[in-house]
């Protein structure tokens, strides 16, 4: 028993992630609470989906959400929109409105061109948008700990300096809390050691992917199903450890460590730092759309609604015969239904899926 231990698990995937998550966003906020946090984190792989069910049940139960998402990140440089395969982990956070907007500004480009077996962003994306942007190290298929158990210690000190040069303090290392698991013990051992070099905090996570212990076996079928894995076969969840660990049971594992408890603490200034704020303040929050270089002089960079109607009556033209009835009357309802697009605000909506 560890007398004011308190956690924020900032690193959880509901079933939005898919097969690869075996609790509901509500089912994870109630886990939150019942070990006695006071803000819940949700990262789930290469969707944002569960952002506005992570609102609602915050809401419900009184503590703070912290939106966030595990995106597919390519390797080596790749631009996200080559069709190359491999790709890293990276978890992000959203520290403000500006970071949500950021997120979803990336997850536009991850699901549209980026897509290639899963929704992929690259790295100059990431720190084109990092403003109000929280990004950690990740599990072990991050960057860094992927070279640092490949032995490729001054690789993952170049990357760690990248991402402390765009992120400065809103960068941290991320050490999981795992029973049995040497590969993430080997991680957890560097980042110890490398993080005074450079002032950069280190927080645990369990990388949750179920609530509660109980709903171990409901993961493990998810798991096996569309996996080539053969029975026994050793993976990350072997240990049976991705499930909100309540913090007593995290420093029973771990034999009282101080060190251990400050990962604990560490994930408490997280929260500290991420602001209450809601996505749903009536408007709606669009990934930001940046018009075509291409686009007509005469329009404005900002000017979407302009852009918009020049798209369509383009379209017009080629359909209807400048000048006819036909013509005229199209351009009639035209003006109408841009008229109601503009007024219901959906212009850049449209832009979007366009
Ligand atoms: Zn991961
Ligand atoms: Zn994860």
């Known amino acids: 028993m560890c007398k004011n231990c308190k956690i924020t698990h900032l690193h959880n995937h509901s079933a939005n992630s898919l097969a690869d998550g075996a609790s509901s966003v509500d089912r994870i906020v109630q886990r939150a609470v019942q070990i006695g946090s006071t803000a819940v984190g949700l990262t789930d792989h290469g969707t944002m989906l569960g952002t506005y069910d992570l609102y609602l049940s915050a809401k419900k139960y009184g503590i703070k959400p912290i939106y966030g998402c595990e995106f597919y990140i390519t390797r080596d440089g790749v631009p996200y929109n080559e069709r190359v395969k491999g790709y890293h982990h990276q978890v992000i956070l959203a520290q403000n409105m500006t970071g949500l907007r950021n997120m979803y500004t990336l997850s536009k480009y991850a699901h549209g061109d980026g897509f290639y077996y899963k929704p992929r962003i690259d790295k100059e994306l990431l720190f084109h948008h990092s403003d109000g942007l929280i990004v950690t190290s990740s ?28 992120f400065g303090e809103r960068f941290f290392l991320e050490a999981q809390f795992r029973k049995d698991f040497p590969e993430q013990e080997k991680v957890n051992k560097w980042l110890w050691d490398i993080a005074p070099k450079y002032g950069v905090k280190v927080i645990g996570t369990s990388d949750a992917h179920y609530a509660s212990p109980d709903e171990k076996k409901e993961q493990e079928i998810l798991k096996q199903m569309g996996s080539t894995a053969k029975d026994g076969e050793r993976d990350a969840f072997s240990d049976g450890t991705l499930y909100l660990v309540h913090p007593d049971e995290i420093m029973q594992w771990y034999g009282n460590s101080d060190v251990v408890k400050q990962w604990m603490n560490n994930t408490l200034l997280v929260e500290e730092i991420v602001e209450n704020f809601s996505p749903d303040n009536g408007e709606y929050v669009l990934p930001i759309v940046e018009l075509p270089q291409d686009k ?24 209807y015969e400048v000048g006819t009835p036909l013509y005229d009357r199209a351009m009639t309802q035209l003006d109408f239904e841009l008229a109601t697009i503009k007024r219901m605000k959906l212009t850049k909506y449209l832009l979007i899926i366009s």
């Open 139 to 166: 599990c072990l298929a991050g960057e860094i700990p992927h070279l640092v158990v490949s032995g490729k210690h001054n690789k993952a000190e170049e990357v760690l300096r990248e991402y402390l040069d765009i």
């Open 296 to 319: 007509p002089i005469t329009i404005r960079s900002d000017d979407h609604d302009a852009y918009l109607a020049w798209l369509a009556f383009s379209q017009l033209e080629m359909i």
